[in-house]
Each structure stands twice: as C-alpha cells, then as structure tokens.
C-alpha cells in the first residue's frame, strides 16, 4: 500500500535560510510525487510534481525537490525563504492509476524576520 | 469564474440538520473529489467521482452522501452529523483520475457541528 511520511509537524526558519521539508514514502510501484501548499483559509496548491525524466524537479516560488528511489525520498528545498513562504505544506504520493492522492499529514513552516 | 469553487465557506449546522456542500469546477475536468481535512491528521479521501460515475469510496459512514450529476458539478450531502464530522472538506478535481494529473483544489467548506 501506498503512504506518505512527512517527518516534522512544525519547522521554523529566519528569512532568508535554507528550507527543507523532509517527505518519505512507500510505494509498490515507481510512484508519482507531489507538493501541495495551503496558506490560511486557503485550497491546496500545487507547488511540484515528479512523474518520470528528472529526477530534480523545480516548481513555482523558488521551491525545488529532488526525487531518490534509494532513499524513497522527496524533500522539499528553497534555499532562502521569504515571509510569504509561511504555510502549510503537504507530500503527496499516486502509484496507482484510478486512485486519488494519498496525502502526508502536512508540515507547517513559520518564517521569522 | 475559474478554477474549483465550495460553497459554502462556512457552516454550522445542527446534529439532527440536513444540508449540502456544492462544488462547481470550471477547468473541463472528468474527474472529482471530495476530501476531508481535519486538524493533526491527514488529508482523508472520502469520494472519486470519474465521468460522473463514483469509482472510490473509502469506507464513508453512510450521513455522506456524494451526488455528481454532470463532470462540472459535484455535492456532499450531509444528514444526522456527529460532533467528530467537523473539518474543512475540500473539493478537488483533476483532468482524468491517471495517477500523473495533478487536483486542482477549492478553497474549502469549514463545517463546524454542533
């Protein structure tokens, strides 16, 4: 079965340090990866996804990850965050076609000046 | 309008109420979701829709009951809640339900039971 594991419900950083956001999964089947961003009141946004090719994948405001089948990693990177980065962000996993997205419990990042 | 729009944004309702959440997505997709979102856990896939058609259910008490009568529309409905049934339901949908298609998500309904 597929699952999803974000280590660290909270991470905090000073703006403009490093940001990662650490994601591990289990999958059967080469997986397909994804990042969601929520800010406050806010949907899901899709910041990446990871289907096959490269396994660097950059995405929309600066945020990077890179896929590792060896460690069955996808953590998330920006290398100098910003206060507007502070939100919520989710690891999602599909290994399966017909299935929805199977979502880690989510990461929250504070950003102080 | 685009994108996925919830209405509505917020509802309180009663134990014993019945009401409905809508979702209307306006970007030509087949396929629908309603997720729940509740607070430490994680996003919980409640329903797929695909061509209007459920082809997911992943063991929903039976006071939810999902409704898609056409691929751009898309309801919840609620009856006899429990107190544990508040969260934020999220609708979503995607091109097709193939595992590389990114969802596109509402914005959310905050149900609070009372």
């Known amino acids: 079965a597929q699952s999803v594991t974000q280590l660290g419900s909270h991470v905090s950083v000073s703006e403009g340090a490093l940001v990662l956001l650490r994601c591990n999964y289990s999958?059967?089947?080469?997986?397909?990866l994804f990042w969601y961003v929520q800010y406050p009141n806010q949907g899901l946004q899709l910041l990446l996804k990871y289907t096959t090719g490269a396994t660097l994948v950059k995405g929309i405001n600066g945020f990077e990850a890179e896929f590792k089948k060896s460690e069955t990693s996808f953590h998330l990177t920006k290398p100098s965050a910003h206060m507007s980065d502070a939100a919520e962000y989710f690891c999602a996993v599909s290994d399966r076609t017909g299935t929805a997205l199977i979502f880690g419990k989510g990461t929250t990042l504070s950003v102080s000046s | 309008e685009t994108g996925v729009t919830q209405t509505p944004r917020h509802l309180v309702m009663g134990m014993t109420n019945k009401k409905s959440l809508k979702c209307e997505q306006h970007l030509g997709h087949n396929a629908m979701y309603w997720y729940k979102q509740s607070a430490k856990k994680p996003l919980e896939l409640m329903f797929v829709y695909s061509l209007e058609e459920r082809v997911e259910n992943n063991s929903v008490p039976s006071r939810f009951s999902p409704e898609c009568p056409n691929s751009s529309h898309l309801f919840l409905h609620l009856h006899t809640l429990q107190p544990e049934d508040s969260a934020l339901y999220l609708c979503a949908s995607s091109q097709d339900p193939d595992r590389s298609t990114e969802a596109f998500f509402g914005q959310g309904t905050r149900l609070t039971v009372v």
């Open positions: 999958s059967s089947v080469p997986p397909y």
